[in-house]
């Protein structure tokens, strides 16, 4: 019988599903589109992985982080529910134990993690914008009509400069289309928006930040080599890409489950069958004050499971009736 | 019937509300505070302010929505300076004009200027043109200012001690040093109108609570050590509010005594665009104070804040595991 540990990522633009077994082997790994429906992404995603399973596989325990963390852990029942931030550091530790920087850049979040003697040490987030995350990509390969797994490569053949603005999303946007209609080569400008995106990530994140080797690049854009070959000629020196760079926060959350489930000696996983299970979800808005929150009812195959949203705790508090509150 | 005088609960209020609702109550004004922020004030706020405003000025426009119809008066005084040779921001300058030409059909408002840069000496030509609004009696006015700067002085004093909670509006903790049984303790520090504003930072202080942490804020510890402490700092400081954060930065690292410093800033905000960055590299480059900035504007999705706290107290856990020499994974 095979014992695996699953991690979950579940992030805006993409969910991640990892297995893992006892000694911290990758034994598979799901990228899958979000597109706006995490309980649908969720539930695809769990049911490719258990066909992939052999039938006598046991799950330890299960993990979630991302920012649709809470969402899966309803759903699933997970053993721990971590930051993003944590679970990369632990997944990119578990990589390169030696790791003294992480640039993480994912749909609509980037973050650089500084890590000392194995521990997080300091971090910082985009702050009010989302220009340079990979959401932005995603949407100005589209524009031009380019699959986004060859924009990376089409950087790389780039032969003159062109500068793009990198500090706002509209403005970057509009600067590629200035360039283009000057009749600018479209790899040129491409690659100018993957060194307008680094340069931006390393003014606005890297801001006073000790940016040491070894550097790790993970998150859904380290895909794109466009951009780490932007990060290694403005940082002057290699920058590592590991494996399941596009996964790592579901190994972090992997790790963290499996470190939890050792203390615990018990998963809360709901099993691998939940992927057939009916998930609805309605919202309303309260009435009760003026705070007017957008409070969220989670059913499980019609029962009521949670629901959140809302500032008081009125409803998110209440014990839920099991029965008596079907889904109308 | 008495006359009632609305006093919005935005910027100083958060400073001086028990000076300003003793003093028109000791007037024997009605005083109305408006309600605590909440979605319909900051959507009046929002819609009713012009577009370039930081968040806590357009809830300011918020709370006067919410007080208009049912106050004789609203006190909106032109603070331009509060303490000798500093400023306020700029736009509490401004702020009765803001709300002058932004908003119709006002109540009359309660504009005299307070303006100590030069010196205290008119005070209490300032009162009593405040108090004027409500009586004519000029003894009885300073008697009533009196009672209630008494009644600000014990409200300080207490939140100094760190014994009061900021009346209704936050509850906080009682005095320990960092570290000590393990709860971790974070300063909140940031202009007060953000940090008690549980609706603007999304109830900040209660996720960093819920996280098993205590929460010190600037205006706890005492004025004279912030005073000082800014004294040390290599440069003019002339805002009141920089020279607070800058104190409260340098008494911190001298002292040691927190585990962590969350800054909060809002969007758009003149003065931390300066202070903010100078903080965090003071306190970068003399101590080793895990320190995050946590920007702040009209969105209410909480993922974002709720990772960056999360990740901070996770992180200044994972530091204190370091120290004890225990491997945190495996």
């Known amino acids: ?328 | 019937m008495d006359i009632k005088v609305g006093i919005p609960r935005a910027l100083l209020y958060y400073e001086y509300y028990p000076l300003w609702i003793s003093f028109f109550k000791e007037l024997g004004a009605e005083v109305i505070v408006s309600q605590k922020t909440n979605k319909e004030i900051l959507y009046n706020g929002i819609i009713n302010t012009v577009d370039e405003a930081c968040i806590p000025v357009k809830i300011f426009h918020g709370h006067v929505m919410d007080l208009k119809d049912r106050v004789d008066y609203l006190f909106i005084p032109r603070i331009k300076s509060v303490f000798m040779n500093e400023y306020i921001c700029p736009k509490f300058s401004g702020l009765p004009e803001m709300i002058k030409y932004s908003i119709k059909n006002l109540p009359r408002v309660i504009d005299t200027e307070i303006n100590f840069f030069e010196s205290k000496e008119h005070l209490n030509d300032t009162i009593y043109r405040i108090g004027k609004y409500i009586s004519n009696d000029y003894g009885f006015i300073m008697s009533a200012y009196d009672k209630a700067h008494l009644e600000y002085k014990l409200h300080r004093k207490n939140i100094e001690q760190e014994k009061a909670p900021f009346v209704n509006e936050i509850k906080i903790l009682g005095k320990t040093k960092a570290n000590i049984g393990r709860k971790r303790r974070i300063m909140v520090m940031g202009h007060s109108y953000n940090t008690y504003d549980s609706y603007l930072n999304i109830n900040l202080l209660d996720k960093i609570k819920s996280n098993k942490a205590e929460i010190l804020t600037p205006e706890m510890i005492e004025e004279r050590y912030t005073i000082d402490y800014a004294k040390k700092f290599d440069g003019d400081i002339y805002w009141t509010f920089a020279r607070k954060l800058i104190g409260t930065a340098l008494y911190l690292i001298d002292t040691r005594s927190v585990d962590g410093i969350i800054y909060i800033s809002t969007f758009g905000c003149g003065i931390d665009s300066v202070v903010g960055d100078l903080v965090e590299k003071l306190i970068r480059r003399n101590s080793s104070i895990p320190f995050s900035l946590i920007t702040l504007d009209e969105h209410s999705g909480e993922a974002g804040i709720n990772t960056r706290i999360e990740a901070f107290i996770d992180m200044i856990r994972w530091r204190d595991v370091l120290e004890d020499n225990i491997s945190a994974h495996g």
């Open chain 1, 1 to 328: 019988m095979k014992k695996v540990y699953l991690g979950v990522d579940v992030g805006s633009v993409s969910t991640n599903i990892v297995v893992m077994d006892s000694n911290k082997n990758i034994l598979d790994n799901l990228y899958i589109r979000t597109k706006g429906k995490p309980i649908e992404a969720l539930k695809i995603g769990l049911r490719q992985t258990r066909n992939k399973l052999d039938k006598d596989t046991k799950v330890l325990g299960l993990g979630t982080t991302g920012s649709g963390r809470h969402l899966a852990s309803t759903m699933l029942g997970a053993d721990i529910v971590k930051n993003e931030i944590t679970a990369h550091g632990v997944a990119a530790l578990n990589t390169v134990p030696d790791v003294n920087t992480i640039i993480e850049i994912g749909g609509q979040d980037s973050k650089i993690i500084l890590l000392r003697d194995g521990i997080v040490y300091d971090f910082a987030m985009n702050t009010v914008c989302a220009a340079g995350t990979g959401s932005f990509l995603d949407r100005q390969a589209e524009r031009l009509g380019i699959p986004i797994q060859e924009f990376g490569n089409l950087a790389l053949k780039s032969k003159s400069q062109v500068r793009i603005a990198g500090r706002c999303a509209v403005f970057a946007e509009s600067d590629m289309i200035h360039k283009q209609q000057l009749g600018h080569n479209q790899e040129d400008i491409i690659n100018g928006l993957c060194e307008a995106m680094a340069r931006n990530y390393l003014n606005n994140l890297g801001k006073g930040k000790d940016i040491k080797p070894p550097v790790i690049f993970q998150g859904g854009v380290a895909a794109n080599i466009g951009i780490k070959k932007a990060f290694e000629r403005l940082l002057g020196h290699e920058i590592i890409v590991p494996r399941f760079a596009g996964v790592m926060g579901a190994i972090g959350s992997c790790l963290l489950a499996r470190e939890e489930v050792r203390k615990t000696g018990k998963t809360k996983f709901l099993g691998l069958d939940i992927a057939d299970s009916n998930f609805n979800v309605k919202s309303f808005e309260c009435e009760n004050c003026s705070n007017m929150c957008e409070v969220v009812k989670f059913y499980r195959d019609e029962k009521l499971a949670a629901r959140w949203g809302d500032k008081c705790g009125r409803w998110s508090n209440v014990q839920i009736a099991k029965d008596d509150e079907k889904l109308a």
